[in-house]
């Protein structure tokens, strides 16, 4: 049996206790869809999953969670490109921090268009919300019923695009390394 992310599952037992070490995430939704493919693995692992309810909290939360050796950060960054706010924002974050990311403008964008049932992701002009200007253009109503058709488009792995998928896994690898000595 597989899990989501395509691990191997392991028979079924208590999330081990949680390690010191976490994954950042920008949003509630990264968190959600890292827990819809991840879960299993995260809990078999012990790592947790903590939102920023935005990335211009990162430098507080990390100040706060005060990333060591035995307490690696990682840090899943959503249209994390070359020149962008968030390449920015993520430059300078200290040793015993990884920071990955994806190039999509919303963690939705990192779902494969077909997963969704649709044939492509809109371009949105900027200056208008990204998720706003996808549900009118798709005509799903608010960004809450447009994200409730996003997760139901996600069981497993092979609905997401591999940035993403490449990204979480490093992540993962990142902050389940056991400290030498």
């Not at 991840?38 to 507080?60: C, F, K, P």
């Not at 950060?73 to 040793?95: N, Q, W």
């Not at 920071?99 to 779902?111: E, I, K, M, R, S």
């Amino acid at each position: 049996a597989k899990t989501a992310s395509g691990s191997r599952a392991a028979p079924k037992q208590r999330a081990r206790t949680a390690r010191a070490s976490r994954i950042f995430v920008e949003g509630v939704h990264d968190a959600t869809l890292v827990e819809r493919v991840w879960g299993d693995d995260l809990r078999a692992e012990g790592v947790v999953v903590i939102s920023l309810d935005g990335l211009d909290n990162l430098d507080e939360a990390l100040a706060e969670f005060g990333p060591a050796p035995h307490r690696r950060a990682g840090v899943l960054v959503d249209h994390l490109v070359s020149g962008s706010k968030e390449e920015k924002l993520t430059a300078e974050v200290g040793p015993n921090v990884l920071v990955t990311g994806h190039p999509y403008v919303d963690v939705w964008q990192a779902v494969k268009p077909a997963s969704v049932g649709i044939d492509a992701w809109p371009v949105i002009p900027m200056g208008t919300d990204w998720k706003t200007g996808i549900c009118d253009a798709l005509g799903w109503g608010t960004p809450r019923d447009g994200w409730r058709r996003v997760l139901a488009g996600v069981s497993n792995f092979r609905d997401l695009e591999v940035p993403l998928l490449r990204s979480v896994e490093e992540l993962i690898d990142f902050v389940t390394v056991e400290p030498q000595g």
